[in-house]
T-cell receptor, first 116, second 108 residues
Framework: DAGVIQSPRHEVTEMGQEVTLRCKPI?????LFWYRQTMMRGLELLIYFNNNVPIDDSGMPEDRFSAKMPNASFSTLKIQPSEPRDSAVYFC??????????????FGPGTRLTVT | LAKTTQPISMDSYEGQEVNITCSHN???????ITWYQQFPSQGPRFIIQ???TKVTNEVASLFIPADRKSSTLSLPRVSLSDTAVYYC?????????FGQGTELSVKP
């Protein structure tokens, strides 16, 4: 398997623009997670899905952030409008069979977002 | 979710055994202890997980005392490539809360 795939790897945009980050989880995994990492705040869980259903979105910073998982092989994280403080590395992770352990998550390479 | 405390940084030399201890005084009965490793510009990678006593895999060992209020990740004979940030996490289910981690620097 190719692992968790994220796109784009780098994104530079201007304040106010819409940003869409994409994630393809490992085939067969039934849980998907979105994280944000910054030097100041470390690694924060934004939202996670189980069987395509959002289970916990308490980490989503505000209404400008939204996440969807239309099917088991694709998820998006959208920021609209973007602000400079959204600059961070965004990771997508998935978990599921064969280990079946939710705490054994496989992370993608991340998307480095810069908002100017 | 239990809070974890671990050293901010550690230094070691190639070939040495490194032990990183994590404190989790408020661990709940159903909580598991999980360790992740993160290299620069990469996502975290699962290393090992345990509930009690000792767990060993091809990468590391995890020692958990009977009261489970702490745990120690042991890396045998580290190499330069083990330089990374190591995170201790306590919880159950899918909600992993990452702390600040321990930055391990392995020197030649």
């Amino acid at each position: 398997d190719a692992g968790v795939i994220q796109s784009p790897r780098h994104e530079v945009t201007e304040m106010g623009q819409e940003v869409t980050l994409r994630c393809k989880p490992i085939s067969g995994h039934n849980s998907l997670f979105w994280y944000r990492q910054t030097m100041m705040r470390g690694l924060e869980l934004l939202i996670y899905f189980n069987n395509n259903v959002p289970i916990d979105d308490s980490g989503m910073p505000e209404d400008r952030f939204s996440a969807k998982m239309p099917n088991a092989s694709f998820s998006t994280l959208k920021i609209q409008p973007s602000e400079p403080r959204d600059s961070a590395v965004y990771f997508c992770a998935s978990s599921g069979p064969p280990s079946g352990r939710a705490y054994e998550q496989y992370f993608g390479p991340g998307t480095r977002l810069t908002v100017t | 979710l239990a809070k974890t405390t671990q050293p901010i940084s550690m230094d070691s030399y190639e070939g040495q055994e490194v032990n990183i201890t994590c404190s989790h005084n408020n661990i709940a009965t159903n909580d598991y202890i999980t360790w992740y490793q993160q290299f620069p510009s990469q996502g975290p990678r699962f290393i090992i997980q345990g509930y009690k006593t000792k767990v060993t895999n091809e990468v590391a060992s995890l020692f958990i005392p009977a009261d489970r209020k702490s745990s120690t990740l042991s890396l045998p004979r580290v190499s330069l490539s083990d330089t990374a940030v190591y995170y201790c996490l306590v919880g159950q289910g899918g909600k992993l809360i990452f702390g600040q981690g321990t930055e391990l620097s392995v020197k030649p």
